[in-house]
């Protein structure tokens, strides 16, 4: 599984719209083949600040790519960042999330 996640700083005048310009990108990539999720977060502690992690399965991440969604969004995602983001990209066993082991919640 390559597993993903990208922390975008948004300008501020373009924060409240960020995920709804996005909509197109996100609902597309959600329905690529191999892609296992596309998860947009909103930091608590700065808010221009939006985190994605995404995982695809190993043989997914190229097409996703060089898709024309992903090419759009390429395009249009600077016109409204303060910032290069932050990116870890990494390549994994398994194919979805596991359970902590450190915390367990008693069944209800």
């Known amino acids: ?18 995920l709804e310009r996005l909509t197109p990108f996100t609902e597309a990539t959600r329905a ?12 608590v502690d700065d808010p221009d600040q939006f985190v994605l992690l995404e995982a695809f399965q190993d043989d ?3 097409a996703h790519v060089n898709s024309e969604h992903f090419a759009e969004a390429m395009r249009i995602m600077p016109t409204m960042l303060a910032a290069t983001p932050d990116i870890i990209n990494v390549t994994t066993e398994g194919d979805g999330w596991s359970k902590m082991a450190e915390l367990s919640v008693p069944e209800r």
């Open 1 to 18: 599984m390559i597993f993903i996640a990208v922390k975008f700083t948004v300008l501020p005048e373009f924060t409240d719209q960020w």
């Open 32 to 43: 690529e083949p191999g892609n296992l999720w596309f998860d947009w977060s909103r930091s």
């Open 60 to 62: 997914a991440a190229e």
